[in-house]
């Protein structure tokens, strides 16, 4: 059984950081690709970030490029999303995804593994 839990989110104010974590449990060594997606209020589940095993690739949607940053530390099943100079528009509902494939996909619905997202609220 394959379980993702993701912790880290809340309320903090415009310019303000914060750390998501998302712990892994169960067949971790075939979650070759982790990724963040975030669903705003009344909006689709988009993109946001992913990271291959080996950590040597990246990928970012263009709205985080350069605030956000994803990495990952396989001994201890957790990938964690840094995220800097939040904006309102930043508020969502963040969530932990897995792949069982080698290459990083945008797409959500190619992550097998999904947690059960955390809510980060950025204030104005």
């Known amino acids: 059984q394959v379980q993702l839990v993701e912790s880290g989110g809340g309320l903090v104010q415009a310019g303000g950081s914060l750390r998501l974590s998302c712990q892994a449990s169960?067949?971790?060594?075939?979650?070759?690709?982790m990724g963040w997606f975030r669903q705003p209020p009344g909006k689709e589940r988009e993109f946001v970030a992913a990271i291959i095993r080996s950590s040597t690739d990246t990928r970012y949607a263009d709205s985080v490029k350069g605030r956000f940053t994803i990495s990952r530390d396989n001994a201890k099943n957790t990938v964690y999303l840094q995220m800097s100079s939040l904006k309102p528009e930043d508020t969502a509902v963040y969530y932990c995804?897995?792949?069982?494939?080698?290459?990083?996909?945008?797409?959500?619905?190619?992550?097998?593994?999904w947690g059960q997202g955390t809510q980060v609220t950025v204030s104005s």
């Open positions: 169960g067949w971790t060594s075939s979650m070759l690709v």
């Open positions: 995804a897995a792949r069982r494939a080698w290459a990083i996909s945008l797409l959500r619905e190619e992550y097998e593994y």
